[in-house]
């Protein structure tokens, strides 16, 4: 039977897509935990790599589907903010990845391990917040997700302070703290791209809730 439904589109392919977009950002932050925990002198960016890439087919298709249907199950700007912020987990994560790999061979000694422990955590509450929306505006489990995503940042912070503390303690030489901020600084921005992706998703159940 035709319905309006079917002539405009019911936009419940939105939900799927975001889905698969928050999956590849987790998926790219277990790649990165799983590359501290093998410890590999010379790591592979192919992970990384097409965690990457399924992000940005994702987000392409994201935008052509917005084009293309006239009625969608959230809000065509929440829709867009979203993807954008979980397009940039993945960017983030595949940028530290491309800057360690140019010095893992001599960064054996430096504990990026817990830090990446951290960030697949924060990953893992954006892909269980973005799943959450197809079932509904749940507040107060969307406000429980989201707490707990703010205690993940809380402990990157306090780790970051700590990597300061170690950086300027005279131990290293210059270029080695040049090197270590900027990747230190790097995996504290790929948290605070979840952070980010998570302030969008807990603003859309506000509104609509």
Same mark, same amino acid.
């Given at each position: 039977?035709? *319905?309006?439904?079917?002539m405009?589109?019911?936009? !419940?392919?939105?939900?799927?897509?975001?889905?698969?977009?928050?999956?590849?950002?987790? +998926?790219s932050?277990? #790649?990165?935990?799983?590359?501290?925990?093998? %410890?590999?002198?010379?790591?592979?960016?192919?992970?990384f790599?097409?965690? %990457?890439r399924?992000? $940005?087919?994702l987000? #392409?298709?994201? *935008?052509?589907?917005?084009v293309?249907? /006239?009625?969608?199950?959230l809000?065509?700007?929440d829709?867009?903010?979203l993807?954008a912020?979980?397009?940039?987990i993945?960017?983030s994560?595949?940028? /530290?990845?491309?800057?360690?790999?140019?010095?893992?061979d001599?960064?054996g +000694?430096? !504990? /990026?391990?817990s %830090?990446?422990?951290l960030?697949?955590?924060a990953?893992?509450?954006?892909?269980?917040?973005v799943?959450q929306?197809?079932h509904?505006?749940?507040l107060e489990a969307? $406000? *429980?997700l989201? +707490?707990r995503?703010? *205690?993940?940042?809380?402990?990157?912070?306090r780790?970051?302070?700590?990597s300061?503390?170690d950086l300027?303690?005279?131990?290293h030489?210059?270029?080695?703290?040049?090197?270590? $901020?900027?990747l230190?600084?790097?995996?504290? $921005?790929?948290? +605070?791209?979840? %952070?980010? #992706?998570?302030n969008?998703?807990?603003?859309?159940?506000?509104?609509?809730?």
């Amino acid at each position: 039977m035709f *319905s309006l439904q079917t002539m405009f589109g019911k936009g !419940d392919k939105f939900y799927g897509l975001l889905e698969a977009s928050a999956d590849a950002a987790r +998926d790219s932050a277990t #790649a990165l935990s799983h590359m501290f925990h093998s %410890r590999p002198l010379a790591p592979s960016l192919e992970e990384f790599m097409l965690a %990457r890439r399924r992000e $940005k087919d994702l987000a #392409a298709q994201i *935008s052509q589907e917005l084009v293309n249907t /006239f009625v969608t199950a959230l809000d065509r700007e929440d829709i867009e903010a979203l993807s954008a912020a979980l397009n940039k987990i993945t960017k983030s994560i595949s940028k /530290f990845a491309e800057r360690y790999s140019l010095a893992a061979d001599r960064l054996g +000694d430096i !504990d /990026f391990g817990s %830090r990446a422990v951290l960030l697949e955590k924060a990953a893992e509450v954006i892909a269980q917040m973005v799943a959450q929306l197809r079932h509904g505006m749940n507040l107060e489990a969307m $406000k *429980s997700l989201n +707490d707990r995503l703010q *205690s993940i940042e809380n402990e990157a912070d306090r780790m970051m302070l700590e990597s300061y503390r170690d950086l300027y303690g005279g131990r290293h030489e210059p270029i080695r703290i040049l090197l270590l $901020k900027d990747l230190f600084e790097l995996l504290e $921005k790929a948290v +605070d791209r979840c %952070r980010d #992706a998570g302030n969008v998703v807990y603003q859309i159940v506000l509104k609509n809730s």
